[in-house]
Nanobody
Framework: QVVLVESGGGLVQAGDSLRLSCTAS????????MAWFRRAPGKEREFVSA??????????LYGDSVKDRFIISRDDAKNTLYLQMNNLKPEDTAVYYC?????????????????????WGQGTQLTISS
C-alpha cells in the first residue's frame, strides 16, 4: 500500500509560478511510475504530466495544455514528486492529484490514463486569479 500526500496548492495570480509536492510512504517510491492529474470544476479529470521510474529511464510526458510551462521531477531519496508550474493561467485552476503505479508499458499513452494508476492522493486545490 502506498499513501500519497500532495501539498503546495493555494491562490496565486496569473503569470505566477508555484511548485506542488507529493510525498509517498508505504512502499519504495523509486519503483513507482508517477503522474499528476487535475480536475477543474465541471470537467473530467485531465492528464497533466508523468514521469517514469528512474530504472525505466525517468522519461517525462506532458499534456498539451501545460507543455512548455510545467516541469515534473522526482527525488527518490526524499520519496517526493514535484510539479513546477510556471506562467500560470486561470484555466489551470483545478484540484491537482498525484498518482502512482508499479505497473508500466512501453506505450506513452498508457501513462496518460487515470485507470493506469493504482495509488492516488487526496488532491490539493490550486486557484489562479486573473
Amino acid at each position: 500500500q502506498v499513501v500519497l500526500v500532495e501539498s503546495g496548492g493555494g491562490l496565486v495570480q496569473a503569470g505566477d509560478s508555484l511548485r506542488l509536492s507529493c510525498t509517498a510512504s508505504g512502499r519504495a517510491f523509486s519503483i513507482l511510475n508517477m503522474a499528476w492529474f487535475r480536475r477543474a470544476p465541471g470537467k473530467e479529470r485531465e492528464f497533466v504530466s508523468a514521469i517514469r521510474r528512474s530504472s525505466g529511464g525517468g522519461s517525462v510526458l506532458y499534456g498539451d495544455s501545460v507543455k512548455d510551462r510545467f516541469i515534473i521531477s522526482r527525488d527518490d531519496a526524499k520519496n517526493t514528486l514535484y510539479l513546477q508550474m510556471n506562467n500560470l493561467k486561470p484555466e489551470d485552476t483545478a484540484v491537482y492529484y498525484c498518482a502512482g503505479t508499479s505497473g508500466g508499458l512501453i506505450s506513452s499513452d498508457w501513462y496518460t490514463l487515470p485507470n493506469s494508476y493504482t495509488y492516488w492522493g487526496q488532491g490539493t486545490q490550486l486557484t489562479i486569479s486573473s
